[in-house]
């Protein structure tokens, strides 16, 4: 058990936004809300999971739709405690903590505003290790447990329950609401048992995300590398170094996806990069050759200072590296690979490890 | 109070598609799921609203869709008591009556499917006196009466609660859904006390319907004319007799608007009458001059046997008559006519009564 104060979260912030590949909403924003909820209600206190009841009440809370919408369309703050409370309401009972569903700007900090208004404790843990384009696409789903009920809320004052056959379905929902919303809503997803968070969590993702947030301002405020701080601390491998040449993106849905291409530069030179996204980067090519792909994370980030680039903000021109980071060791089983590898996302490759594309 | 049994069933569904106007769903499986439910279960006792407790807590219940699609994607039959239970369980407590949200072969008959299993009465009334295309487009809404919560279930098991803040927003997320959910599902929408059903419903519909069926149905038996029959049990005006000579259809979202052309005969010989729809009948002109429009009635009949048609079943070259009904005087006030009038459906022309246009 820990104290988070406004502080932390820059690092926490800083560190999911590279958990978040791309993807799990606008770092900015999430920023924003958690320091402003910490500031008005207190620090938030962040408990590992095996400080949990077994039989306390767990929820994940997250934003849910595009966040290139997200980008533009602000959140007003309060959908987040009304889909908190539409769930306590719903199941008729009080939560007891809250955890984030991913890891990413906005995702892996949000659940702090709510934990410090609600006086409850924050899990140090997510149902991805990262962030991935669909609700079903957790460790949660791996481990068989259902999303549903489901409580989802906009800005406007709709709040709905969802109780899907599935979790494929429940992505299916929500996916079609959130666009009649305007593109972005608040959910609640996977109510859970202590016993079930620690059985089907990815552990500690909030302390890894504030050490990999720290890698990179900790190096910088001491003139050290940043780059290499963050590739020494996530146990990364550098995969490109380039310039961003041209971005092409195609909305299908509450989904950017599209292709950013990257002209290699320095050591790089003369070689070519594509990046394919789908919110979250998914395949990454060098002159051909994969050398990272899903569910590996794929991590785009600014060469000056080492900052991730979420796919919605990413700028042509912009001087980038580009670094893979191996996945949970429940991704890359034959389940999890199944669920969030390569071939779910329409490519006809087989996933490779990350550690074996770069010998 | 009175009982229902199978044969009424066959009177009050071919009345309810006679005031379906062309939408409301399809008569056959209408018909089919209420006789079963009734031979199962037994007859059903229908109660007029005043017999009402004012406490009461009744539940209008609707299939909801394309109602295209509905023809060729079956309702299982238990998508109906399931977001009944559903209404039943998030209300914590159980429905005294249930009764038609609108007028319809499959939805002025599908609520004594329910009634019949659940053994609770149903109110002889609904929300339109006739269908209409959207959730929101009801008398329950010009008495001021939210939709919400409405429930939602599939055939596949999803069953979802929706909050919406008006119930604009009802038809639009229910509208998202729906289409993934394959273009059919059950809703109760509406639910109400007793005192709310009196004051805001279109009383008497079920029996209204009864009697035009009836009109229909035992003139053919008694060798008279079953066109004549209807027209003066309706105290409806015939506005035109031919045969179809075009149909164009377009699917947006769940509704399939289009036109159909029909050119005259007999006394309508060398005219031509225009029909657009919106799953129903809104807008009627005959040589480019307006004969009816919605919130009034406009029925398509078999010219040979008087049965009203749907917009999904018309086929070309079929004999047809077409007849207009005044609306419920709730539709004729201004907000009735802002509700569900000819500029709700884009049309410019203000609202005229069918007794005025065909004097």
Request: hydrophobic residues 40%.
């Amino acid at each position: 058990m820990r104290k988070i104060g406004i502080k932390d979260i820059d690092y926490i912030s800083m560190g999911s936004t590279v958990l978040g590949t791309g993807g799990g909403g606008d770092p900015y924003v999430g920023k924003l809300l958690a320091k402003q909820a910490i500031k008005e209600h207190g620090e938030v206190t962040m408990i590992s999971a095996d400080e949990l009841d077994d039989n306390a009440f767990v929820q994940p809370i997250a934003a849910f739709g595009s966040p290139m919408i997200m980008v533009e369309k602000l959140f007003a703050g309060d959908e987040f405690i009304k889909a908190f409370e539409m769930m306590e309401s719903y199941q008729g009972k009080k939560i007891d903590a809250v955890m984030p569903a991913e890891a990413g700007g906005l995702n892996g900090v949000i659940p702090f505003a709510i934990a410090a208004e609600k006086k409850i404790p924050l899990v140090d843990a997510d149902g991805m290790g990262r962030a991935f384009p669909r609700l079903e696409m957790g460790t949660f789903t791996l481990h068989g447990i259902g999303a549903s009920p489901i409580t989802q809320a906009d800005e406007k004052g709709n709040r709905n329950v969802y109780h899907t056959i599935d979790n494929v379905w429940g992505e299916t929902l929500l996916g079609a609401t959130v666009i009649q919303m305007g593109g972005n809503c608040a959910i609640a997803p996977f109510p859970m048992t202590g016993a079930q968070v620690k059985k089907a969590s990815v552990l500690g993702t909030v302390t890894y995300a504030q050490q990999l947030g720290s890698a990179i301002l900790d190096a910088k405020k001491e003139k050290r590398n940043p780059l290499s701080s963050l590739i020494q601390a996530a146990k990364a491998i550098e995969l490109f170094s380039g310039k961003i040449s041209n971005i092409s993106i195609n909305t299908e849905g509450r989904w950017s996806k599209g292709v950013c291409e990257i002209v290699g530069l320095d050591a790089y030179k003369g070689s070519n990069m594509i990046l394919d996204f789908q919110n979250e980067f998914l395949m990454a090519k060098v002159d051909g050759l994969t050398v990272a792909m899903t569910p590996d994370l794929i991590v785009l980030l600014d060469a000056e200072n080492a900052e991730p680039i979420t796919a919605e903000t990413m700028q042509y021109g912009t001087r980038v590296a580009v670094i893979g980071m191996q996945a949970d060791p429940q991704w890359r089983t034959p389940a999890g690979i199944e669920l969030a590898g390569p071939k779910k996302f329409g490519y006809e490759e087989d996933f490779s490890r990350i550690e074996d594309l770069n010998k």
